[in-house]
């Protein structure tokens, strides 16, 4: 037979374990996960991809013709200045309006697909078809000033004028100068015009 222990105390109220049931709390705990996880999937962030390259590969020259290039400087206050080419640019600015810089893209675009036609690759958004692409480069240089507001609006531009081809880079000293003094002109040397490419 088996032995049954006893407490000593005969008459002894019997203490009660007290016992929590977690089940709603399992309930609750996946309703909380499932809703997150439903949330999290449902809303998905609006994101401009943008590969900047590794500063320490070395870059492959990439020569494009000076006429085919525009270079867009950020400026303070909402301001844009651009210039076409580099040995004799004329500054100019416009704001970031869709009859300002828009119309500036739009204009350069045209000029450079009449005079180097586009080429055609394959769209990765439709697979099978062909999209033609303008040679037109142009170069972003925000300055100290410039808001994180204004280099997302000229890359949306970008992404609206359909431009194939652009670069954000850091903005030179000769290219700060010629905002401050347009009239002064912007000469690079040999060395510099390579490093503004």
């Known amino acids: 037979m088996d032995a049954i222990k006893t407490s000593s105390r005969r008459n002894s109220p019997r203490e009660a374990k007290a016992r929590v049931d977690l089940t709603p709390m399992v309930d609750l705990a996946f309703l909380l996960i499932t809703f997150f996880m439903l949330t999290t999937a449902l809303v998905k962030p609006q994101v401009m991809p943008l590969v900047m390259p590794e500063k320490d590969q070395p870059e492959l020259p990439d020569f494009r013709k000076e006429s085919q290039v525009l270079t867009l400087?950020?400026?303070?206050?909402n301001q844009i200045y651009f210039y076409e080419g580099i040995t004799h640019?004329?500054?100019?600015?416009?704001?970031?309006?869709?009859?300002g810089l828009r119309r500036i893209i739009l204009e350069k675009k045209k000029r450079v697909d009449a005079q180097w036609p586009p080429s055609e690759k394959p769209?990765?958004?439709?697979p099978g078809t062909l999209k033609s692409v303008s040679k037109l480069t142009i170069l972003i240089k925000p300055t100290r000033e410039a808001s994180y507001k204004n280099v997302v609006d000229a890359l949306d531009e970008m992404n609206i004028c359909h431009v194939a081809y652009y670069v954000l880079m850091d903005i030179s000293e000769q290219e700060l100068a010629f905002i401050l003094n347009p009239g002064a002109g912007l000469s690079f040397d040999s060395k510099q015009q390579a490093a503004a490419r």
């Open 123 to 126: 769209d990765p958004k439709h």
């Open 89 to 99: 640019p004329e500054l100019d600015s416009t704001s970031y309006a869709a009859e």
């Open 73 to 77: 400087l950020l400026g303070s206050k």
